[in-house]
């Protein structure tokens, strides 16, 4: 009899639990091990409390499960090394090693490397100094978006239209350490204009299978207004990318393979989860930046939208035992998508947790993935976390989808909540021919 498939899937937010409802969802009798999860994965799950950063604790736990093949959802223990870790000792793993990571994990080496391989992105200047920002602010001119070079959870990123903004961000970032050793070495980029899009790519190094494209809503406020966020929501399909038909091929031809090749050139093949942050301008589109992990809250968005019979679980298992992918490719959806996010007061600045959660009886039409939750001492679920909970409405339109996301959004109660109602809005301005 046939040893069930057996998957360590590591990480705690919306995006695992995501992760997690699709790989049951394409094979109800896989087993899944948790770390160290959340309430809302261990209803799929055997959730087990070992930090997503305890690389050689999550091996242990590897190895003593017999896990057939590991499923990396943050970004953290792959800067950490957990998948040259887990390659060495033989232990198939879904990610890019920690060299090739470089390209979420400092926006100086993804920035030269796409440079130098001539890959459409925004002009940037490298600065490591207040002077060096001042000189970078005055050759750019404004408006421009001041970035630190390292992680900051998807918020060191600062768009400024005066020079007295750019250098109060800058400032921020070098000397006030505001994003702390991620800010140490920031980016002075030129401002783009135009719509921005996700796109997950699943590639083995060479070949890349294309998810449905999916568009984030960074600001907490609606109409994007408010401080950026690590994101508010998201939607997909996007049919910005139905009215380009070639879009998705051009940034594989212009983006996607020659960033693979710089990787495999580099000797640092890159091989997992390749997200690509877009933006369409008039000229085509221009990489944002590089991630090396699923999004989130893209993915509360893709998965559900994709077509059940699109097989990621086993296309994310070719590439965690080193095997090719079979070619390029391109997903399709079935059906509309959004999600809105739910978050706790004061995020993103100084979020307050532990307030109760209730939540509303499940519908058909909705998924609630959880995120920033835990169990009480009495069992009561509360909030622990900027982002609490990612609500996804399905339909077959964006305005069902969107209806349903709302509803729910609305019904989930907790002590000073906080969401927005106008997620998808655009692409439904966009189908009305209002935009």
């Known amino acids: 009899m046939a040893q069930p498939i057996r998957v360590l899937l590591v990480g705690s937010g919306g995006r695992e639990h995501a992760l997690a409802w699709r790989l049951v969802q394409e094979d109800p009798t896989v087993e899944i091990i948790a770390a160290p999860g959340?309430?809302?994965?261990?209803?799929?799950?055997?959730?087990?409390?070992?930090?997503?950063?305890?690389?050689?604790?999550?091996?242990t736990l590897a190895r003593v499960r017999g896990v057939t093949w590991t499923l990396v959802g943050p970004e953290a223990p792959l800067a950490a090394g957990i998948v040259d870790t887990f390659t060495a000792a033989g232990m198939p793993v879904f990610g890019p090693t920690r060299a090739a990571a470089m390209l979420e994990t400092s926006k100086e080496f993804s920035k030269t490397l796409m440079n130098e391989a001539g890959i459409p992105t925004a002009k940037a200047i490298v600065?490591?100094?207040?002077?060096?920002?001042?000189?970078?602010?005055?050759?750019?001119?404004?408006?421009?978006?001041?970035?630190?070079?390292?992680?900051?959870?998807?918020k060191g990123v600062i768009v400024c239209n005066?020079?007295?903004?750019?250098?109060?961000?800058?400032?921020?970032?070098?000397?006030?350490?505001?994003?702390?050793d991620a800010g140490t070495?920031?980016?002075?980029?030129?401002?783009?204009?135009?719509?921005?899009?996700?796109?997950?790519?699943?590639?083995?190094?060479?070949?890349?299978v294309v998810l449905p494209p999916a568009q984030d809503h960074?600001?907490?406020l609606d109409g994007d207004k408010g401080p950026n966020t690590g994101g508010m929501g998201a939607y997909c399909p996007v049919s910005l990318v139905d009215r380009h038909a070639a879009l998705v091929d051009d940034v594989l031809e212009r983006i996607v393979h020659p960033t693979l090749s710089a990787m495999r050139v580099r000797g640092t093949p890159f091989k997992g989860l390749l997200y690509v942050g877009l933006m369409i301008t008039t000229s085509g589109p221009k990489v944002v930046e590089f991630n090396c992990r699923f999004g989130d809250p893209?993915?509360?968005?893709?998965?559900?939208?994709?077509?059940?019979n699109a097989r990621i679980g086993e296309l994310m298992a070719t590439v965690a035992r080193g095997d090719a992918?079979?070619?390029?490719?391109?997903l399709r959806t079935t059906c509309s998508a959004v999600t809105t996010v739910l978050a706790v007061p004061g995020y993103p600045d100084a979020p307050r947790s532990g307030a109760q959660i209730t939540l509303p009886p499940a519908t058909d039409d909705v998924l609630v993935f959880h995120a920033g939750t835990k169990r009480s001492a009495d069992g009561s679920l509360v909030t622990a976390g900027g982002r609490v909970l990612a609500v996804t409405g399905v339909g077959n339109s964006p305005e069902a989808?969107?209806?349903?996301?709302?509803?729910?959004?609305?019904?989930?109660?907790?002590?000073?909540?906080?969401?927005?109602?106008?997620i998808g809005s655009r692409e439904l301005a966009r189908r009305a021919g209002t935009s």
Do not use: W, Y
């Not at 959340?38 to 091996?59: F, H, K, R, Y």
């Not at 070495?185 to 890349?208: C, K, N, R, W, Y």
């Not at 893209?298 to 059940?308: R, W």
């Open 38 to 59: 959340n309430p809302g994965i261990s209803v799929l799950a055997e959730c087990v409390p070992v930090p997503a950063t305890d690389v050689d604790g999550l091996l």
């Open 127 to 154: 600065c490591r100094s207040p002077g060096d920002a001042r000189r970078a602010i005055d050759a750019l001119s404004v408006p421009v978006v001041v970035k630190t070079s390292g992680l900051a959870a998807g």
């Open 162 to 180: 005066t020079v007295d903004e750019a250098n109060d961000a800058a400032a921020s970032m070098l000397e006030g350490k505001a994003f702390g």
């Open 185 to 208: 070495t920031i980016l002075v980029e030129e401002f783009m204009t135009g719509e921005e899009l996700s796109l997950f790519a699943i590639t083995d190094g060479q070949h890349a």
């Open 218 to 220: 960074k600001r907490l």
């Open 298 to 308: 893209e993915t509360q968005a893709v998965l559900p939208a994709l077509d059940p």
């Open 325 to 330: 992918l079979r070619g390029d490719g391109l």
């Open 401 to 422: 989808a969107q209806r349903a996301s709302i509803a729910a959004a609305g019904a989930i109660t907790f002590i000073g909540k906080q969401f927005r109602t106008d």
